[in-house]
Structure formats: C-alpha cells, structure tokens
C-alpha cells in the first residue's frame, strides 16, 4: 500500500526544495558569514522570510509514505554487517543527565573508544556528546582513540537564555577542547517568525566556534508542528552557516523519525546542489534498534547519496541504540543470539 | 414482509490460533502456518509456524517480564496462578474437547486430564509462598552474623513442551517454572499445539503479566536450536526433545552455562510431580547479615 502511494507521491515528494534563485548574486562574503551563492537573502528580515516563505510546501503525506516504503528495505548478511558497523561509527554516543559524573563520563569515553572489549574489529563511535563541563574529562577519556567529544551548548535543552550567556557556553566548552558543538535554536523566535534573530544567533555562535569546533544546529523538530516548519529551518541554519542539521535534543516526546530526517536529508541535497557546500545530519532521540538505524541509512543513500554515507556527514545522537548494534553484531559474528549481559550496563 | 420465515443456516467462525509473544497474539513473523491433525489424521486447524525471530522476540518479551514477575510477592504469584486455574474451569469445555481430538482419548479421559490440569495449577500455586521454606532457611554459622539462603528464579526459561501430554504434560511444566518468578518461552507439542496455543488466551485473561508465558508452536527442532544458543536464555527444560535432539540442545546450551534439564520418562503426567521441577530452575542466594555487635557477655541481645 505505502509502496502504490510512494510511486504516486515520488515526483512531488522529490521535487527540489529550492526556492527561487535571488536576483542578484551576492557580492561578497563578509566576516563570518558563509560564502555562498544565497547569502544576500539574509540581507534583511523580510528578504529572509520572503525565501523561507518560497520555499515549496511539503507534502505530508507522500513524505510520510516515501519514509516508510524506504523504511521496508530488506538489509541482510554482508550488507547488514556494512551497515551495522557503518551505523556504530556513526554514533554519537551521548550522555545528557542531571546526574552525569566524571566517571560516568569516562566510561561513556571507555566505551566510545572500545564499543566491544571482545571483539576489537569493532570500529569506535564518532563521538561523544556531553554538557560542557564534562568537556575536560571526556576529551581526556577519548584522547588518542580519534572519538570526537562534542558539547551540547547555548542553554541546552530550552535555549531560553541570553545570547551573551549562551555565547559565553559556547566559548567554555570550545575552551575545554570540544571538537563539535550541538546548539539548540531559538524555537521561540522561529515560532513567532522571527527568522533574522535565529539566523544572526547561529551565525553569532559559528564565530564563537572558530575553525576548530564544527557547529550542529538543533531545531527540536518536535516543537516546530509542521513539515514546512522543519523545512525553512532546515534552510535557516544552513544558511546561516551550520556545519550540520540536527533533529532534536531527545528531551522531548517526539524525536528523530523517519520523515522528518528524510525531509532534513533533502535539504541538505538542495542546498548543495544549489550552492556547493556539503553539509551534514544527525537525528538524535528515539533511534534505539539497529533496524531503526538501518532504516535511517536506506535514507540517507536514497535521498542525499553516498556522500553522506560517513560519519563527518551523518551522525546518530543515541546512547541505547549502541548496545543494540553490539548485540547484533555479535549475532552475525558468533550466528547465537546475544543478550544484555553481554554488553556494557550504561 | 413476506410471511415465509426460512431458517438460514449459521456461518460457523473458525478459529485462528495464534502464538501468544510478551501479552499478544502475533501471527508468525515469518507469516508460516502448518496444518494440525486429530489423532485420526482430520485436519483440526492451521497453527502458527513460527520461526527462530519468533523465538527471539519472545526471549525479549520474557526478559522484559522478568524483574516485575520476580519481584512481586510470593503470595501474589500465588494468587495469579490461582486465577489461572479458575479461568481454565471456565474454558474446561473447550480443553476437554481439544484434549480429546488431539490425542484420540474418549470426553471422559480427556475430562480427567483436564481436571488433573486445573488440579496441578492450583497445587503448584500453593507452592509459591512456601518453597522457600523447604529449599531455603537460615544457616548455622559460627560467628555472629545470620546466614539465610533464600531460594531465587533463574531468570528466562525455554520449556519444550511434553509431546504426548499436550495438557496436562504442558501444564505440568510450564507452572512449576513461572511459580519461583521464573519467565517461560514455551515451545507446544508439534503434532498437538492447540491447548497450548488455548492456554495462552486463558493466561492472557488472568492477570499474567505479558511476556510471564509466551508460547510459541511450528517445529520444535527448528525453534529450540536458536533459543538452546540464545545468550539471554538462562535455563532449558528439555521434557519434549527426543534423544538425539536433547543431546544436540544440551551442547548449544553448555556456551552460556544454561541450567538444563534432561529430558526424564514419565509414565503418569498425572501422578503427583513432588519438587523435581520446580527445584530445578531456583538458584540459591546466601547472605550475611550481622546481629550486631557484641556485648560483654558475647551476645548483642
């Protein structure tokens, strides 16, 4: 059924994202802001919202049912074990607790380096992703395993601060040595449409990155209500100069799904066919199971392509769904079925 | 409105059995069915054949169950399992006429297996709340401490089911596993699954927790290999395997350290069972606690 629903719904939900081309091509990339072929409609708040506003309306329900007909892919042997270990390196293994200790911390760090201290076949994760005054000690645990730490800043999870303060950590963590920074968008301002004050925020904090953090900007697309909504922020915060997209901080109800990632991986493809910049996705939150993840991956190949298919392009924010890729990557290894006791209790 | 009043035969509803995973009742991932026979070779049913993710989902299913089952009181495990047997007292009809066909026995042969059935649920409710006194208790020590061995369940069990009995034989040793807090992935008789696949509509209707019994039914062979293998999978009770299979179960099972329980020849499922079974999946848990500290006169009290 979904299958006869993709094939009707395919052309509309493949049409490019794109908006119509500006009149006149941008003169030049000033300070910090990206340089790209879209840059003058940021010029204004309503050159702005009149290109967010262009942007084609999404098709909900043939989004929805393209998602699942890519989603009943059947991945399996050689195939599985590629996409298993691809999705392991794609993992940004995270810790977001209140309750977070430098130890934890540090075996967060441990297991990031050596997923399966049975099997050291097993390739690391891409990263760890930890609040910023864990920074120091993560960036200790992983030193010398190529894991990257990165720090959720700017207020994390609401974002409800000052810009001075969310700056401010942003500049600590990237002080304490976070290679990657996960920042949240101003969903208040988005929602109310005011689209340049988000824009200038990320652009504020890409500057405060410098050129050794890569900055992921989280829209939180369960607080945004629409597709059209996930769309022009999608749109936003590339061109606002994000180093990658990001779904949600997994403390909401809804999280990463299928057609909100696709809609996100589509984007991104326009955006570079548009403008030559590559840019990355990671959806985080609710992802638990392997097949999930491999779901996610079908995605990625078939919407943005195999560029993508690396961990500087696309990432997983999870921490349960590691185990669950340990567990099969035993199965396919030993042919028995693994359990819980066999992987690490996190 | 014409007068004439025809009486129109009624559309029997046939039944479609299903295997019963973590609370519900899934067809067959694999979407197999097989045909079960009556004693006589007449078709009774198509039965689900489920296959080995049958079986995995039914581990996580039966894990998931675990700390809640364990963990509620004694008494209240009791109390479930009581409510088991009043709710097979209300289907006996139903037993009695699945017994019958599936193992060519007259109504009041299969009638009294069925009551030994309801009989045997109700005998092994009683044990909940007192097997730790018999297998447990506290321990003479010398120094000032209390030692108490306390009897605890094993963790999931994998129950192949007797394949003669398929009632009383299948009660027999589903319900000295789930008594101690154990959880059960119950694989029924191949030739006769249908009171077992019934039995799980009457779990499911009596304040079992999902995932407490899952029964699944296909091929036993093709079933229990996986689960013999599975590493979440902490003991095995082999009552339904044959010699060569039991065997082959046993050494799959040695890779986890399984707790596995041989296959034994029964004469009488209905004779009284004694603790044989319901001993074979407890683990015994020792501690030690101090009295306190010690007065003058060698003695905290």
């Given at each position: ?43 204004s708040d309503s050159t702005l919202r009149r290109f967010l506003h262009g942007l084609p309306g999404v098709d909900a329900v ?216 590559q840019i990355g996705v990671k959806p985080a939150g609710g992802i638990r199971t392997s097949k999930d993840a491999i779901k ?51 | ?217 296909g091929r036993t062979a093709e079933i229990a290999a996986p689960l013999a293998a599975h590493q979440d999978v902490n003991a ?66």
């Amino acid at each position: 059924m979904y299958s006869r629903y993709a094939r009707r719904y395919a052309r509309l939900v493949t049409m490019p994202s794109t908006a119509p081309s500006p009149k006149r091509s941008a003169p030049l990339a000033q300070g910090g802001a990206p340089s790209h072929t879209l840059t003058d409609v940021t010029a204004s708040d309503s050159t702005l919202r009149r290109f967010l506003h262009g942007l084609p309306g999404v098709d909900a329900v043939g989004l929805e049912a393209r998602a699942a007909s890519l989603g009943t892919r059947s991945i399996k042997t050689t195939s599985k074990a590629y996409a298993i270990d691809l999705a392991i390196s794609m993992v940004d293994l995270t810790t977001l607790e209140g309750a977070d200790t430098p130890g934890k911390v540090r075996a967060l760090g441990a297991k990031a380096a050596h997923p399966d201290p049975t099997d050291r076949t097993t390739p690391t994760t891409a990263a760890v992703c930890v609040y910023p005054d864990m920074v120091a000690v993560a960036k200790e645990a992983v030193a010398g395993s190529g894991v990257k730490v990165a720090s959720v800043a700017t207020a994390f999870p609401a974002g409800r601060a000052a810009l001075e303060v969310k700056l401010a950590d942003v500049r600590d963590a990237v002080a304490a040595g976070a290679d990657e920074i996960d920042m949240v968008i101003d969903r208040g301002a988005f929602l109310s449409g005011h689209y340049l004050k988000v824009h200038d925020e990320i652009v504020a904090v890409k500057e405060a990155c410098g050129t050794s953090a890569r900055l992921k900007v989280i829209f939180e697309t369960g607080e945004l209500s629409t597709y059209d909504n996930i769309r022009r922020a999608s749109w936003l915060g590339m061109l606002a100069g994000a180093d990658f997209i990001k779904t949600s901080t997994g403390k909401v109800a809804v999280n990463a799904t299928p057609a909100n990632t696709l809609l996100m991986l589509e984007a991104v493809r326009d955006f570079r066919a548009q403008t030559g910049v590559q840019i990355g996705v990671k959806p985080a939150g609710g992802i638990r199971t392997s097949k999930d993840a491999i779901k996610f991956l079908v995605l990625v190949n078939e919407t943005a392509g195999e560029d993508w298919l690396d961990n500087h392009w696309f990432r997983f924010g999870a921490s349960s769904l590691l185990n669950d890729l340990l567990m099969q990557r035993q199965k396919l290894a030993t042919g028995r079925y693994s359990g819980p006791d066999y992987v690490t209790v996190d | 409105m014409s007068e004439k009043s025809e009486t129109i035969e009624r559309l029997s509803v046939f039944k479609t059995y299903k295997l019963y995973v973590g609370g519900k009742f899934p067809r067959s991932e694999s979407g197999r069915v097989y045909e079960v026979t009556d004693s006589k070779g007449k078709w009774l049913a198509n039965a689900p054949q489920a296959s080995r993710k049958d079986a995995r989902d039914a581990v996580v299913a039966a894990r998931k169950a675990f700390g809640g089952w364990a963990g509620a009181t004694a008494y209240n495990r009791g109390q479930v399992l009581y409510r088991v047997a009043e709710m097979l007292e209300g289907r006996r009809g139903q037993f009695v006429r699945e017994v019958a066909e599936a193992e060519g026995l007259s109504k009041a042969k299969a009638a009294a297996q069925v009551d030994a059935a309801v009989d045997r649920w109700v005998w092994y409710a009683g044990w909940t709340d007192k097997i730790a006194q018999v297998v447990g208790g506290g321990n003479p020590v010398a120094g000032p401490f209390f030692n108490l061995s306390s009897p605890e369940p094993t963790g999931v069990v994998t129950v192949l089911a007797p394949q003669e009995s398929s009632f009383l034989g299948l009660v027999s040793v589903v319900a000295p596993v789930i008594a101690t807090g154990n959880t059960a992935v119950v694989i029924a008789s191949e030739r006769a699954p249908l009171p077992a696949l019934s039995l799980g509509e009457v779990l499911a209707t009596s304040d079992l927790p999902g995932g407490v019994v899952n029964v699944l039914s296909g091929r036993t062979a093709e079933i229990a290999a996986p689960l013999a293998a599975h590493q979440d999978v902490n003991a095995i009770d082999l009552a339904g395997a044959d010699e060569a299979l039991a065997k082959e179960l046993e050494v799959a099972a040695a890779d986890n350290l399984k707790r596995v329980l041989r296959p034994q020849p029964v004469d009488d499922w209905s004779a009284t069972p004694g603790l044989d079974r319901i001993t074979a999946f407890l683990e015994t848990k020792t501690v030690w606690h101090p009295t306190g500290s010690l007065g003058a006169s060698g003695s905290s009290y």
